[in-house]
């Protein structure tokens, strides 16, 4: 898959058991055209990561899984070539940096 795709919260908004439960329920839920492909939690965040060929398409299907959870407001998402480090910000729309450490 070329794009990696990453969901990012704050470590002081999400535990490490919320994390898992988003990791699943979009393993559960999303296209097979897309992968949970992990997570990393510390150094101040927590990330969900995920493969895909068409972020677009993606970030819909996980908007549409997870607008309705608690987390959702506190969640930053991006995309990005799989050889290339500049992330395209998905989520908010009012973010004007993303890295993941």
């Known amino acids: ?4 795709l990453v ?3 704050p470590l002081h908004k999400i535990s490490y058991e919320k994390l898992i439960e988003i990791e ?3 393993a ?3 296209h097979a055209d897309h992968e949970v492909d992990g997570h990393d939690f510390g150094s101040g965040e927590a990330n969900i990561f995920l493969l895909t060929d068409n ?6 299907e996980i908007w549409h899984i997870l607008e309705a959870h608690e987390l959702a407001s506190s969640m930053r998402a991006a ?3 799989m050889t290339d480090d500049e992330y395209v910000i998905l989520w908010p729309k009012t973010l004007s940096q ?4």
């Open 7 to 9: 969901l990012q919260w």
């Open 24 to 26: 699943d329920l979009l």
């Open 1 to 4: 898959m070329k794009y990696q």
């Open 55 to 60: 972020p677009t398409s993606c970030w819909d």
């Open 79 to 81: 995309y990005r070539l």
């Open 98 to 101: 993303f890295k993941v450490i």
């Open 28 to 30: 559960e839920g999303l």
